[in-house]
């Protein structure tokens, strides 16, 4: 038994790869979206990978917080803590020239998405994001759809002390800011290039040391592997320059927020036609258009949970700022949860707003395509925001309003997995809302998110 369909036929190709490169990074982006992982030098990488199986790996991989705490589900605990075997995805790898191994002493490190299956039978383990949102994007498929995306994200940049911003003043789009971050930002765009992550722009934000930064969309799995190694490359090229990168929602009580954009549009499986494009409709969105449009501001507040995943994402989701908080959706309306952009085939999509810096891309891609299934089986049709406030939901102001809106959101959670958002949902209260929920401390929230996101 293989652990998935083509899996020798990617490990073939991958061993014509790793004999070009020194060290093989098995990643793994849990759900927190930190990248966790196991290296393994090049030369007995065929050893680990086919003769022994796979790289064994602790269970409790996607139980640990955003701190690295760990939370233990009684399954793996029944279980007796077992490994798991780590093997590489079906999907592209990665040529890492962002980290210090391979800038400081010339190692070729190869980054390889991988994913933890089960060691006695090679089934996928249930409570990866990676092998949820691979399933509904097999159903995606099935219907003969394909999605094409791309994640928008803001972030801080402090000095080395971890509370200085990079530059005071809300000096959006500026040159002269920019300045400040010259190296880094050179080499940034030089290693993501040669990942065949290529910088779509740069520019600086609208707030102190705020800025975004925009990848090019892609096709399926490879848009939020993507854009997780992106963050990871921020993360790391900037502290190599002694500079601290943050995705934090609000990093600091006078910080402007930062968002993480979810750009989408659905194709057909050939990937030639963008079938939320109508020439003819009257705002040339189409029918599937306004089905997965209405789906998600039907799930709004239970999509809260996955887009805007911690206690920080709240600070975010207020009134003012061009920021959502009301389950609306409008053409080029910034304040919407869903910004419509309908200019022409190649530009039509839509920009779900409420997802946030923190956000895991995986997590978010699984939500969205859930709550467009929903939309797309009842014909759903909300219309867009009439602008009278009292017509529309409110959106969660806390992680555990959210949570419960997930928790009872049944036909969300039966197309998503209930197994998976089950331990989601255990996962979020032990380790996030039971610390910091109501205590409004954001010195406490940068302790358990800053360090590592």
């Not at 409110?394 to 997930?406: A, C, F, G, I, V």
Request: charged share 20%; aromatic share 12%; hydrophobic share 35%.
């Amino acid at each position: 038994m293989t652990f998935y369909k083509d899996y020798n036929k990617v490990l073939s190709k991958l061993y014509s790869e790793v004999k070009h490169y020194d060290v093989i990074n098995l990643t793994v982006c849990d759900i927190n979206g930190i990248s966790r992982s196991k290296s393994i030098p090049a030369e007995v990488f065929g050893r680990v990978i086919k003769e022994e199986g796979g790289m064994g790996m602790f269970s409790g991989l996607y139980t640990f917080g955003p701190n690295s705490k760990l939370f233990v589900p009684e399954v793996i605990k029944s279980l007796g803590f077992p490994d798991m075997f780590l093997v590489p995805a079906n999907t592209v790898p990665y040529n890492n020239t962002w980290c210090i191994s391979s800038k400081k002493l010339g190692q070729k490190v190869l980054e390889v998405i991988s994913d933890l299956y089960w060691k006695d039978d090679k089934s996928e383990f249930f409570h990866s994001p990676r092998h949820a949102l691979n399933r509904l994007l097999g159903k995606l498929e099935e219907k003969g759809l394909s999605i094409y995306s791309a994640m928008e994200y803001e972030f801080t940049v402090f000095e080395k002390d971890e509370v200085t911003p990079a530059w005071e003043g809300l000096h959006i789009y500026s040159n002269q800011i920019m300045q400040n971050l010259e190296s880094p930002i050179l080499e940034l765009r030089k290693s993501l290039k040669t990942a065949g992550l290529p910088i779509r722009s740069i520019n600086s934000e609208y707030g102190n040391g705020q800025m975004e930064i925009t990848i090019f969309p892609k096709f399926g799995i490879q848009a939020p592997d993507g854009a997780f190694l992106f963050k990871q490359a921020v993360l790391e090229t900037f502290k190599q320059h002694n500079f601290k990168a943050t995705f934090m929602s609000k990093s600091s009580e006078n910080s402007s927020t930062n968002s993480g954009h979810f750009n989408f549009s659905i194709w057909n499986s050939e990937k030639t036609k963008n079938l939320f494009y109508d020439a003819n409709s009257e705002d040339h969105l189409s029918i599937l258009a306004h089905q997965f449009i209405s789906g998600i501001v039907a799930h709004a507040k239970a999509l809260c949970a996955l887009l805007s995943p911690t206690v920080n994402c709240y600070r975010r989701l207020q009134p003012g700022g061009f920021v959502p908080y009301m389950a609306t959706w409008g053409i080029e309306s910034r304040e919407s949860f869903i910004r419509a952009k309908n200019e022409s085939e190649s530009c039509t999509y839509l920009e779900v707003r409420a997802s946030s810096g923190l956000s895991n891309p995986h997590v978010v891609l699984l939500g969205i395509i859930a709550a467009g299934f929903d939309g797309m089986s009842k014909n759903l049709d909300i219309p867009a925001y009439d602008g009278n406030e009292s017509n529309y939901d409110r959106l969660p102001t806390s992680l555990e309003d959210s949570l419960n809106h997930l928790e009872n959101d049944l036909e969300l959670k039966e197309i998503i997995g209930n197994t998976f958002i089950s331990h989601y949902i255990e996962f979020k209260r032990t380790l996030e809302v039971s610390i910091l929920e109501g205590s409004g401390d954001i010195e406490k929230e940068r302790e358990l998110y800053m360090t590592l996101l």
